[in-house]
């Protein structure tokens, strides 16, 4: 097990509510490996970013997980407490959120709020900790001398840019993406992408990458896991997920998808009827059946579990 | 920047102008200046006399231009009610009334963000609700009841605190203080809770509404996620970015202070500008009134200005002219 | 009759009405405004006596306190009597009808003045708009207390001195009312300049419909509800200007004292031990200023659930 990074096993979320309660995630398992990129790919509301907010401990009130562990390494963090897990947050996990215009506070320069995050991890002087974030501004790619700019002045790119050096400058060994180049412009998204990969691999740093784009997950991730309806749908190596979509879910959301590596621009795109439902109505047994082509009774009737830890559906069930 | 700055300060003069215009206007139009002055036995040559030195046969704009000149030399006319130069009567009470503000609020910001940031920060918590359920009551409250209320309370049955006045004050050239007197200080408490006890209120719920509203912004998120603990995410990220709307809300508030005034002076009977103002309407004694509201008028453009100058210090991007201070 | 019906049942059945039935601290303050209201308007049958037939009231009575009987002519008092020997209970319920009265009629005249000027700024817009809205903005930089203290001032300068106790209380409605007219005029203009771009008033004005049977017929509904919010909020606070301009002796005249005016004698024999002259006007005021406010948030949280 010394290979994974994080574990997380059988997590569920909960927001209670008025007439009861909303499960945002239910029953997801699935680890994450040294260095490697694993992509969360779903509809909004799917449960991609909250799995990103659960291992972090940053669900918001009054959401909370009422179920599963996850594990960092050999150290169980989903039952810490708000202290000892900011030592964890920024440290040894960082987060990227989607929005770089809204992820940095206005009213302080990019500087400073570099050397808090570093300052607060690493036991390194004030002079220290500004070459440090100086170097980590130019390893992102942007001229240290602008080390005092407040946010404001950068482009969303850039200051995407600042984000990243923000999240990886106390040096985590993991980083949870939500979804960081949605928000950019189309020109910049892989050039951001392409940055992240890059210094996390020479880091040796795992990614969790939350995306909506199978495109993304084509050219960036190492596994993907599919998300619908709060839970796991399927998971393994992008490659042949890519390739030999298992569920039927993934093969919708595939052939949905305008594929430039399949070659195949002049079909007619594919889409799945209906939409997924709402966390509030739920159908029973597998969250898909009802747009599912292949639904059979046990479909409605029984929940698929992961199987041959690869896909949640009964059309694999024997084999 | 100094464009800025240059732009506001021209606008503040514009409202000025315009605020010394409908004070001109009562001044010259609201009863007759010549009976009022004179009595109805003066003669008709008495009446002559007094309309060719104040110039009333004028053209108007050459009698507005006269009374704007005089008003920023200080002289604000003859009050009809005591045949008192108007600036003389003002002098005399100005600073009982800049005194017992300033005290109010100091109290309602200090008391008030703190209060504020608190019920922010626990804001399930069983203290911070009692607080923001009182709070309530205290909106709803009239400041003259609270003041009455507060005379009962603790001049009357608990005999610690004097119901009215200033105590002794001490004359320091043309400003006389309370402030270095007991009974002065003790004579300022009533009023200044009075005073300040609603804009106390507005803050804290104000600073409560934008630090919760900060709270959930994505840098906060952020913030936390980089693992920085409660305390720097508090008071080293959402505390500024917080204050940066409730500026412009607390400066107008302490506008509204010395115009509140008015109220509490007359509860306690503090010898300031806004009894003087409330007498003067009694009274219909148009000088003093037409003084009194551009004294205010002045008071709230000046806090107008400087709020918008602590705009420029507080957020770069304002001072880039990226943004544009919200309008409240 | 039978349209009528349905009408009432339908309002029985509403969201509105059972949001009202959820909320006690609502149906609370909704019984204590009906009740202050209708002893208001019942003032001649409820009161005990008439404060103000000089033939009712006995010196000898002066400073009862309540409940106790008069050591001179025995006679007991609910809520005690003035200095006068006036029933407090009596004048407490004439107060309580001229204050309700001003801060209704300056709601109204504030309300008349700000949807129309709000409909004019943002029907219109151009320059019609700029100097609506730039007024409004002055004015509402001072406190509208201020504002109304002043207009009082110079009505009373423009009136002859021997009309001005008797035009006493129109004076004082115009000032609350002028006022209070800017946040009406902000709502009103905002919904305006929304639903004038919508296609049925564009319809409205390619069938021909004059601009002022537009912005009557098709754009008015449309601020109705936000503008019974406002109205009832600054009922509120009418009826706490009301009562702070005659604390301050610049109101109702003695005359027709409201309850302000009973709180600004009332101060006056705090010391003096009668608590009871004060306390009982002081109850009513705080009961009707805080129910009408309770209702007005309740009706601004109910009308406009996107506002919670």
Redesign the interface.
Known sequence: MSESILRVQNLRVVFPHRHGELVAIDDVSFEVKKGEILGFVGESGAGKSMTGAAIIGLIDPPGYVEQGEIWLEDQRIDQLDMRAFTKIRGRRISMVFQDPLTSLNPLRTIGDQLIETIQMHLPVSQEEAKRKAMAGLEEVGIDPARFNAYPHEFSGGMRQRVVIALALSAEPELIIADEPTTALDVSVQAQVLELLKKLCRERNASVILITHDMGVIAETTDRVAVLYAGRLAEIGPTEKVLHQPEHPYTRGLIASTPSVELGNIDTELFQIEGAMPRLDALPTGCAFHPRCEHAQDRCVEQRPDLLQERVACWLYADG | MLFIILRRLLQAIV?LL?VALVAFT?FRY??DPVESLLGQEATEADRRALIDRLGLDDPIPVQYLRFVTNALQGDFGVSYRTAEQVSGLIAERLPATLELALVSALFALVVGTLLGIYTAIYRDGFVAHTIMSSSL?G???????IG??L??VFA?ELGWLP?FGRGETVQIGFWSTGFLTASGLKSLILPAITLGLYQMTLIMRLVRAEMLEVLR???I??????????R?VYF??AL??TL?PVITVAG?QL??IV??A??TE??FQWPGVGLL??N???F?D?PV?SAY?LL??TV?VVI?LIVDLLYLA????IR?G??RRKAT | MNGEKSAWQRFLASDFFYDFKRSPVTIVSFVIVVTLILMAILADLVAPTNPFDPGSLNLMNGFTPPMEPNAFTGETFLLGTDDQGRDLLSAIIYGLRVSLFVGLTAVILAMFIGVSLGLLAGYRGGWVDAVIMRIADIQVTFPSILIAVLIFGVARGLLPPDLRDELAITVLIVAIGLSEWVPFARTVRGTTMVEKEKEYVQAARLIGLGSSQIMVRHILPNVLSPVLVIATITLALAIIAEATLSFLGVGAPPTEPSLGTLIRIGQDFLFSGEWWILLFPAVTLLALALSVNLLGDWLRDTLNPRLK
């Open positions: 409202v315009l009562i609201i009863g009551i909106v709803s409250l009239p400041t003259f009841l009455v209320l005379i009962w009357v119901s912004q994505d840098f998120r952020f913030a936390r996620a980089r693992g920085l603990p409660d720097v080293g990220h500024k970015n940066v107008l506008g509204a115009a509140f008015i109220i007359t509860v103002f409330v003067a309407v009694f219909v148009i009134m509201l205010v008028g709230f107008n507080i957020d770069p991007r880039d990226q943004l």
